[in-house]
Nanobody
Framework: QVQLVESGGGTVEAGGSLTLSCAAS????????MGWYRQPPGKQRELVAS???????NYADDVKGRFTISRDSAKKTTYLEMNSLKPEDTAVYYC???????????????WGQGTQVTVSS
């Protein structure tokens, strides 16, 4: 089956670092846009970073300069490197990707299962 599997979440002290991974698996012909969202406790989901196919990365203002999104085409994986973490970064982080399974068919959005990131004071 086609799916996105996330890993790398955990608990760190403020100022620490974590790197999240999101690997696409299954019969995938091509991957379009890939990105990361997060949902803090009791709040709405928000875009953290995106990396369009054939374009450059984009970041939310409050993570710019601290987070880095990257893509590895051979591994069909996107990464989110998070540095200088703050307590307000605490959230469930979700991977998103537009996947094309067959020639001549449209891209379909998929979501990872979510991974918890907790930053303590």
């Amino acid at each position: 089956q086609v799916q996105l599997v996330e890993s790398g979440g955990g608990t760190v002290e403020a100022g620490g670092s974590l790197t999240l991974s999101c690997a696409a698996s299954g019969s995938i012909l091509d991957i379009g846009n890939m990105g990361w969202y997060r949902q803090p406790p009791g709040k709405q989901r928000e875009l953290v970073a995106s990396f369009p196919s054939g374009g450059g990365p984009n970041y939310a203002d409050d993570v710019k300069g601290r987070f880095t999104i990257s893509r590895d085409s051979a591994k069909k994986t996107t990464y989110l490197e998070m540095n200088s973490l703050k307590p307000e970064d605490t959230a469930v982080y979700y991977c998103n990707a537009d996947l094309k399974m067959r020639k001549g068919r449209a891209y379909v959005p998929y979501w990872g299962q979510g991974t918890q990131v907790t930053v303590s004071s």
